[in-house]
C-alpha cells in the first residue's frame, strides 16, 4: 500500500506533461509558477518515495531520474520541450520534499 500513492502521483506528472501547452499567458508570471510547480510537485514525489523506502539517498535518486525521464517524455509532446535546468529544479523540489517528510514524521 505504500506504492499506490507514489504510482498515482507519477500518473498525475505524467498526465501534466502530456500537454501540450501549459502557458497561462502572464508572461513573467507564467514561467514563475510553471517552475515553481515543478518544485511543488516533486517536492510530494520525493516525500512518496520517501514514505515507501525510508531512505532518503534511494528516495532522492529514484524520483530525480523520474524527472530525467519526465523531461525526455516532453521532449516527444508537441509544443513541449525537455530542459535539464526543470530537472535541476525538480531535484531541488525532491529535497524539499524529503526534508519536510523528515521533520514532519518525528
Known amino acids: 500500500m505504500l506504492w499506490f500513492p507514489v504510482v498515482a502521483w507519477a500518473a498525475v506528472i ?3 506533461s502530456s500537454i501540450p501547452s501549459l502557458s497561462s499567458g502572464l ?4 514561467t514563475v509558477l510553471r517552475k515553481g510547480a ?3 510537485e516533486y517536492a510530494v514525489l520525493g516525500a512518496l518515495l520517501l514514505r515507501a523506502l525510508a531512505r532518503d539517498v ?6 530525480v531520474a523520474y524527472a ?10 508537441a509544443g513541449r520541450h525537455a530542459s535539464p535546468i526543470d530537472v535541476g529544479i525538480d531535484a531541488v523540489g525532491v529535497a524539499l520534499g524529503l526534508v519536510v517528510w523528515r521533520r514532519a514524521s518525528r
Open 14 to 16: 505524467f498526465a501534466f
Open 27 to 30: 508572461g513573467t508570471w507564467d
Open 38 to 40: 515543478h518544485l511543488t
Open 58 to 63: 534511494p528516495a532522492f535518486l529514484a524520483a
Open 68 to 77: 530525467a525521464t519526465d523531461e525526455l517524455h516532453q521532449h516527444f509532446v
